[in-house]
Nanobody, 122 residues
Framework: QVQLVESGGGLVQAGGSLRLSCVASGRTFSAYAMGWFRQAPGKEREFVATISRSGGVSYCADFVKGRFTIARDNAKNTVYLQMNSLKPEDTAVYYC???????????????WGQGTQVTVSS
């Protein structure tokens, strides 16, 4: 089992920045690829970004390219999502997830955190 706890969400004005963190415990963090997803009210959970076990490979959804960056620190068992130039449409609950491989669909991940709310005001 892997336990994931997200933090760093909050209320920010459009154009602002937030950095989300997700701390893992329970098993070897470096054995898992990590992903970030988000879910807005009334919408399905959607892919945001993913990073490989070593951190050498990462990619993100087109709608966040140039604004969001995923990174990980295996020594700290933590994955980050740096979010810049935030827009009101980025408002959602953000979830981190762990799985054996990188991927852009929820079925690629075995473990999920509880989520952290991000609200962007206009």
């Amino acid at each position: 089992q892997v336990q994931l706890v997200e933090s760093g969400g909050g209320l920010v004005q459009a154009g602002g920045s937030l950095r989300l963190s997700c701390v893992a415990s329970g098993r070897t963090f470096s054995a898992y690829a990590m992903g970030w997803f988000r879910q807005a009210p009334g919408k399905e959970r959607e892919f945001v970004a993913t990073i490989s076990r070593s951190g050498g490979v990462s990619y993100c959804a087109d709608f966040v390219k140039g604004r969001f960056t995923i990174a990980r620190d295996n020594a700290k068992n933590t994955v980050y999502l740096q979010m810049n130039s935030l827009k009101p449409e980025d408002t959602a609950v953000y979830y981190c997830a762990a799985g054996p491989w990188t991927g852009a669909t929820t079925d690629k991940y075995d473990y999920w955190g509880q989520g952290t709310q991000v609200t962007v005001s206009s």
